[in-house]
């Protein structure tokens, strides 16, 4: 199975200010035939299922704000906040859907310093 | 909008079978892949697997020798069943639509509490 592994494991960060989460795969998630990346990035607040924020590595859900995004290829990939909100203090996980297995990353809390 | 709702006993006792119910509502259950993810408490996201509405299915290799995934088109319904439970298969149980390759999971059921317990 795909190891998905995220840093950091908790995150503070100034309201306004940039938030960054790493999500590393132990192999290659990018089909290339395709040239897409099989990465979701999720968001779970309390009490409530994850709800799907990203996929193919960059593409926002309908509904994201735009200050959500995500970059990378390969097995590196980052999810950006650039002007972090109150409403955005929640555990993010990363996922790969390359193989038939999916799995996920252990992922980042991140809260309001 | 496709909706998804877990239902089944909240409580199991050790060595029994745990079994669950996801009923979907708002759109058909054909042509999609649907899994059950769950989450003990305080921990992260942990796949179980996936079935298809044909009845395909592919199970996680930690659990697959406990694992039952069925389907039920005429009721839109998909279940779980997990058998010889024990204290560390505590967890909320959701369902999802996706877990096949090339599909990333985007809708949730709320989630049900499941706690092993004699």
């Known amino acids: 199975d795909i190891v998905m592994t995220q840093s950091p494991e908790s995150l503070a960060v100034s309201l306004g200010e940039r938030a960054t989460i790493n999500c590393k795969s132990s192999q290659s998630v990018l089909y290339s035939p395709t040239k897409r990346n099989y990465l979701a990035w999720y968001q779970q607040k309390p009490g409530q299922p994850p709800k799907l924020f990203i996929y193919?590595?960059?593409t926002r859900e309908s509904g994201v704000p735009d200050r959500f995004s995500g970059s990378g290829s390969g097995t590196d990939f980052t999810l950006t906040i650039s002007s972090l909100q109150a409403e955005d203090v929640a555990v993010y996980y990363c996922?790969?859907?390359?193989?038939?297995?999916?799995?996920f990353g252990q992922g980042t809390k991140l809260e309001i310093k | 909008q496709v909706q998804l709702q877990e239902s089944g006993p909240g409580l199991v006792k050790p060595s029994e079978t745990l079994s669950l119910t996801c009923t979907v509502s708002g759109g058909s259950i054909r042509n999609d892949y649907w899994s059950w993810i769950r989450q003990p408490p305080g921990k992260g996201l942990e796949w179980i697997g996936f079935v298809s509405y044909t009845g395909n299915t592919n199970y996680s290799p930690s659990l697959e020798s406990r694992v039952t995934m069925s389907v039920d088109t005429s009721k839109n319904q998909f279940s779980l069943q997990l058998t010889s439970v024990t204290a560390a298969d505590t967890a909320v149980y959701y369902c999802a639509r996706g877990g096949a390759s090339s599909k990333y999971f985007d809708a949730w059921g709320q989630g049900t509490l499941v706690t092993v317990f004699s």
């Open positions: 996922q790969q859907y390359y193989t038939t297995r999916p799995t």
């Open positions: 193919w590595a960059s």
